[in-house]
């Protein structure tokens, strides 16, 4: 049997570890508790582990899992150096992070009355989330540059589109890791420099805060050389910027990959790892992921109402602007991760053929047909 710590709002994650497991829950808003005795910890991105924040690590810790695709609150160096193994659960979320960024785009369409085919679209980052992106970009028939300097270095069959082709698409949505000080350094990518001399449609960051640099963002919007921003991620989160939020088209609290699938995907990775690591069985979670029938009446419904129906990305983008002049609005930033709906990914939803003739989007995001 083995002692795991878990962040409480790891979505069933009880249902992915053996079920003789002696587990205990963390609130995260209190920072990680002492850890003496235990032999797994599983945290979020909420919790930053290091030296600072756990200045011993137990000689009873033997692994630490963190159930989101991003590493970077996690000294991996720290964790090898006390000879502690390190998982993630790199990947996934990115289907969620995917139709999060084609929701958005099909909004920002409806209401702008535009046509998405008279765009060309960057996507920065072509790992998981990125490649999930092009994918859906690709079922819309939408022109994709894949710019990923790092990655054609490692994968031959995979060729970057250069700088220069990247900046002159009218759309960019970002999907890299937050990095600084290397030579493929993240950190403030899309700048001054590079916003001066290129102009955007459109830029969408569901990726990490920091990655776009805000302040320059703005002034670009002032100058009319960015029309519009759908944001996800901030600089400084929790505490994130409210003018930069109220200028965005949708801005959300960092739930870009929050779907009812991701969550069970991440918790599922995290326990295969655990389970794996200390040589114990895995639990049967054959009948875990399910899927759930669109209600016929909403064939009545445009395509905006539908698309509001079907994700709550427009209730998360409200919440967030009721946070906007809240005194406590670090604190309830991460409540509302925590207390949002999760979506259904669009993969795990059922039609009737009355409903997907209606709305031929609905096919593009891999709604499935359901004999009446």
């Known amino acids: ?34 850890l003496s005795g235990y032999d797994a910890l599983i945290l979020r991105t909420v919790s930053n582990l290091n030296q600072t924040t756990i200045q011993e690590l137990p000689s009873s810790l033997k692994l630490v899992a963190t159930a989101s695709s991003g590493s970077d609150h996690v000294d991996i160096e720290y964790l090898k150096s006390n000879n502690i193994k390190f998982i993630d659960a790199l990947g996934n979320n990115a289907r969620a992070v995917a139709e999060y960024v084609i929701t958005a785009l099909l909004i920002w369409r409806e209401k702008n009355k535009i046509n998405l085919q008279d765009y060309t679209y960057g996507v920065i980052g ?18 994709t540059v894949l710019y990923d300097p790092p990655k054609a270095e490692k994968e031959f069959n995979f060729d970057s589109a250069s700088l220069e082709e990247v900046l002159n698409c009218d759309i960019l949505t970002f999907h890299v890791p937050l ?18 001399n ?3 449609k459109l830029i969408i960051n569901a990726s990490r805060g920091g990655v776009i640099d805000e302040k320059s963002i703005s002034n670009a919007m002032d100058l009319g050389l960015v029309s519009d921003i759908i944001i996800d991620v901030w600089e400084n989160e929790p505490n ?35 389970c794996k690591f200390f040589k114990l069985n895995l639990p049967d979670t054959n009948n875990i992921y399910k899927t759930k029938d669109i209600i016929p009446s909403i064939a009545n419904y445009s395509i905006l109402e539908m698309l ?8 998360y983008d409200n919440a967030l602007r009721d946070l906007l002049n809240h005194k406590n609005k670090a604190y309830k930033f991460r409540k509302l991760r925590t207390e949002l709906p999760f979506q259904y990914e669009y993969g795990f939803l059922n039609a009737n053929k009355e409903i997907l003739t209606e709305f031929e989007d609905l096919k593009k995001l891999g709604v499935k047909f359901k004999p009446s």
């Not at 072509?126 to 022109?143: K, M, Q, R």
């Not at 739930?255 to 990775?269: D, F, H, P, R, V």
């Not at 129906?309 to 209730?315: D, M, N, Y």
């Open 240 to 274: 994130f910027d409210s003018e930069f939020a109220e200028r965005a088209f949708i801005a959300t609290p960092h739930i870009a990959g929050y779907s009812e699938q991701s969550k069970l995907n991440a918790s599922k990775m995290v326990g295969e790892g655990i």
């Open 308 to 315: 509001q129906q079907l994700h709550p990305i427009l209730e």
């Open 179 to 196: 990095s600084r000080g290397n030579i493929n350094s993240t950190f403030h990518w899309l700048d001054k420099e590079k916003l001066s």
């Open 126 to 143: 072509v790992g998981n989330a990125g490649s999930a992106v092009s994918e859906v970009f690709n079922s819309f028939g939408l022109t």
């Open 198 to 200: 290129n102009s955007f």
């Open 1 to 34: 049997m083995i002692k795991v710590l878990a962040d409480q709002n790891l979505y069933r994650i009880e249902d992915f570890l053996p079920k003789d497991s002696n587990i205990s829950f963390y609130d995260p808003n209190f920072g990680i508790p002492d």
